[in-house]
C-alpha cells in the first residue's frame, strides 16, 4: 500500500506522543538489573562492567565518581509541594588493603555537576567551602565506612540520612532487623558481600524510611532509619536521583548491581537471578601443580634424569645467591618485617636525584623531597644522613612499628631504602604542605576558625592513636606546626614521629625535658597545648621583637584569661563573624592545661580529646591554670 504525504504526518505525531509517553515513564519508574544499556550519565571515576555491574570507584587512592539517572525526576507537585517515592538498590563495598573507605551515598540533587566536590569523607559531593550550606538542596543516604570525628560520625560502619551536607541528622550503626528473633542483627557494609537497601519517603505523613538486609533477606518489617522531613524546601523543580563513591588513603571498590525507582508507588522487585555477580578479589597466584610424572621403565635412564636435575637445581640456586648478595649490597637494603622496601635508585630516580627544585622542605633531623614513582603515586621522601652507628640503629628499629601505623590523621610511611650512611622514608604525599606556613607566613590562604578547630581535633586524634590505640605506644617527640600536613580538604595529618628519641624546639619543651632530656607522653601532651594556642592565635610560641609580657605565647594567654579578655588572643585575621567564642575559650583553656608546668597536672592526651569533643567538661578554672 502507498504512503501518502496525509498519512505520515498523523504517524510520526504518533510516534512522537508514544517517545514522549515512554520519556515520562523513564522519568518516574524504572528497573535495572544491571546498567547495561540503561539510561544513565557518569561522571569522575565511575564505570560499567561488561556484566552490567556499576564501578563508582575502585580500590585507588583518593577517587570520586557519581552515576545518575539521565532523566531529571519531578519530585514537586504543582501546589510545590513534595511527592512520594520508593526506590530499592543492591550494592556492594569490597575493601582495599588494610581498613575500607570512604562509602557511598544516594543523593537526590538538583544538579549533577560535582567538578568541585572531594573525596575520602566528602564522598565526591561536598568540599570544606559548602558542606552544610542549605542552598545546596541535597538529600543524601550515606554508607560510610571511615569515622570522621569532626562531622560527628558515630562510628566506622553506619547508615546516615544527610542534608546539604555530611554531618547526618540521623545516623544509626549499620543493622537490619530480624523478625524472626525480634532483634537488630549488624550488618558490615564493606564485607563485600551485596547488601539490599529501601528507601522510602512518605509525603503525607513526611516520613523518610531507610531499611538495610543482606541481599537473600525480605525486606525487615522494621527500618533501621526513620525521620520526619519536609522536603519541600530541599528539593527543587527537577532533581536529578544517583550514586557517588569516594576513596581517600584508604580504599574500597565501591558498586551497585540493580536499581529500582518509582514515584507515587513501590519501587518494583528485583529478579535477583538477573543481577550482575560481584567479581572475586584478586588473589595472589599460586603455582602450578607439578605435572604427572610418569613411571619409566628403564631405570638408568631415571637416575641420570634424578642426577641432572639435581645438578642443574644446585647450580641454579648458587648463581641466585650470588645475585642475592650483589643485589643487597648494590642497594643496601634493610630488612624488616613490615615495611615495603624500595631499590635507592628508584627513590633516587622518583625525586630527580634529590634535586634542589623538588625539596619541600629541611629539618634538624633531615630533608624533605618531593618524588613521582609513577604516573599517579606522588611521594614525599625524607632523607636522613646518620651520623652514628647507634643513630642508625635506633631509626631502623622504628621502621617496622611506624609502617603498621594506618590512621587517618597520621601521615602513612609507605616504605624505605638505605645506602651508606644515608636512610631515606617514604611517606604519602599531602598536597597542602605544613601547617606552619598556614599560620606564620602570607603564602597561604586564611585559615578559618571552622578549619582550625577541625586541625586541632584531627591532631589529638592521631596523638591519641601514637600514644595507646595503635598496634605499639608511640610518643611523637617534636610536636609543632612543621610537622603538621593538611590535605586537599585541610584535614590535619600528624608527620614525623617515632624516629627515636628527638624534642621540640623553642617554646614547645616541657620543663622536665629541659632537665631529663626524655621525651614522655607528658612532654608530647605540654607540646600540643602550646601548639593549640598557636593555631588559634595564628603566632608562634616565642617571638622575641614582642614587647616582654608578650614574648612568650603561654605566658600572653595566661594574662588573656586572667584579665577575662581571652578572646582578643585570637588571630586579628579571622572573620569576627566566624568565630564560635565557645570553641575558641574551650581550646585556649585546653591549651592551658597541656601546658602546665606540672606534668602530674596534664591530662592524657585521651581525655585532651573528649574534651576538645565536647565530651568531657573541663575542671574548674582555678585548678585549670594552677601552676601554668
Keep these: 500500500m502507498a504512503i501518502t504525504s496525509k498519512s505520515i504526518a498523523p504517524t510520526i505525531i504518533f510516534l512522537l506522543y508514544l517517545i514522549s509517553c515512554v520519556s515520562s515513564q523513564q522519568e518516574t519508574k524504572f528497573l535495572n538489573h544491571g546498567f547495561l544499556g540503561a539510561n544513565l550519565l557518569k561522571f569522575g571515576s565511575s564505570k560499567i562492567h561488561p556484566s552490567g555491574l556499576l564501578e563508582l570507584t575502585n580500590t585507588s587512592m583518593r577517587q570520586m565518581g557519581q552515576a545518575f539517572h539521565g532523566f531529571p525526576i519531578p519530585l514537586l507537585n504543582s501546589s510545590n509541594s513534595s511527592v512520594s517515592f520508593s526506590t530499592s538498590f543492591v550494592f556492594a563495598i569490597t575493601p582495599g588493603p588494610g581498613s575500607p573507605g570512604h562509602g557511598l551515598a544516594f543523593v537526590i540533587s538538583p544538579s549533577m555537576d560535582f567538578s568541585q566536590a572531594f573525596p575520602t569523607n566528602y564522598l565526591g559531593l561536598f568540599n570544606t567551602s559548602n558542606n552544610g550550606n542549605p542552598l545546596n538542596r541535597i538529600l543524601a543516604v550515606e554508607f560510610d565506612t571511615v569515622q570522621a570525628v569532626e562531622f560527628n560520625d558515630i562510628d566506622d560502619n553506619h547508615v546516615g540520612i544527610d542534608l546539604n551536607g555530611v554531618v547526618s541528622i540521623e545516623s544509626a550503626p549499620a543493622a537490619y532487623f530480624d523478625d524472626r528473633e525480634a532483634k537488630n542483627v549488624s550488618l558490615k557494609l564493606a564485607s563485600g558481600e551485596p547488601i539490599r537497601v529501601w528507601i522510602e519517603y512518605n509525603a503525607t505523613e513526611m516520613m523518610l524510611n531507610v531499611t538495610v538486609a543482606p541481599l537473600d533477606r525480605l525486606k525487615p518489617n522494621l527500618p533501621l532509619l526513620s525521620r520526619k522531613l519536609n522536603l519541600s524546601g530541599i528539593f527543587a523543580e527537577e532533581n536529578y536521583i544517583g550514586f557517588s563513591g569516594a576513596t581517600g588513603t584508604i580504599t574500597s571498590a565501591h558498586l551497585v548491581l540493580g536499581w529500582s525507582f518509582s514515584i507515587e508507588g513501590k519501587a518494583s522487585e528485583f529478579d535477583l537471578t538477573k543481577l550482575p555477580s560481584i567479581p572475586d578479589p584478586p588473589t595472589p597466584s599460586s603455582p602450578s601443580p607439578n605435572p604427572p610424572v610418569s613411571v619409566k621403565k628403564d631405570t ?105 601505623i594506618r590512621q587517618r590523621n597520621l601521615v602513612n610511611l609507605l616504605g624505605y631504602c638505605t645506602k651508606g650512611n644515608d636512610i631515606c622514608l617514604v611517606y604519602e604525599y599531602v598536597p597542602n604542605g605544613s601547617l606552619d606556613r598556614f599560620l606564620f607566613s602570607n603564602d597561604r590562604p586564611v585559615l578559618t576558625w571552622s578549619d582550625r578547630f577541625c586541625i586541632i581535633k584531627g591532631i589529638a586524634s592521631g596523638l591519641q592513636y601514637l600514644h595507646g590505640e595503635g598496634p605499639k605506644p608511640l610518643i611523637h617527640g617534636n610536636v609543632k606546626a612543621s610537622n603538621i600536613l593538611l590535605d586537599e580538604e585541610l584535614n590535619s595529618r600528624l608527620g614525623d614521629y617515632g624516629q627515636g628519641s628527638r624534642h621540640s624546639t623553642t617554646g614547645h619543651v616541657a620543663p622536665e625535658l629541659v632537665e631529663t632530656g626524655k621525651v614522655t607522653r607528658d612532654t608530647d601532651v605540654y607540646a600540643f597545648g602550646v601548639l593549640m594556642m598557636e593555631i588559634v592565635c595564628g603566632r608562634k610560641a616565642i617571638e622575641p621583637t614582642k614587647p616582654p609580657e608578650e614574648i612568650s605565647l603561654v605566658n600572653w594567654v595566661l594574662q588573656g584569661f586572667k584579665n577575662g579578655d581571652l578572646l582578643q588572643r585570637c588571630d586579628a585575621r579571622i572573620n569576627r563573624e566566624e568565630l564560635v567564642a565557645r570553641e575558641v575559650l574551650l581550646v585556649l583553656k585546653t591549651g592551658l592545661l597541656c601546658a602546665n608546668r606540672s606534668a602530674e597536672a596534664r591530662p592524657m592526651i585521651k581525655k585532651v580529646f573528649q574534651y576538645l569533643d565536647g565530651l568531657e567538661r573541663l575542671p574548674h578554672d582555678d585548678y585549670l591554670f594552677y601552676g601554668v
Design 300 to 404: 638408568n635412564n631415571t637416575k641420570l634424569i634424578i642426577i641432572l636435575a639435581a645438578s642443574a637445581t644446585f647450580g641454579l640456586i648458587i648463581m641466585l645467591s650470588f645475585l642475592g648478595v650483589w643485589f643487597f649490597r648494590r642497594n643496601q637494603i634493610l630488612v624488616t618485617r613490615g615495611a615495603r622496601k624500595f631499590s635507592h635508585q628508584m627513590i633516587s630516580n622518583a625525586t630527580g636525584g634529590f634535586d634542589n627544585t623538588r625539596l619541600l622542605g629541611e629539618r634538624n633531623s633531615g630533608s624533605f623531597y618531593k618524588g613521582q614513582l609513577t604516573p599517579t603515586e606522588i611521594i614525599a621522601v625524607k632523607r636522613i644522613t646518620c651520623t652514628t652507628r647507634q643513630q642508625k640503629t635506633t631509626l631502623i628499629s622504628e621502621i617496622d612499628a611506624i609502617s603498621k
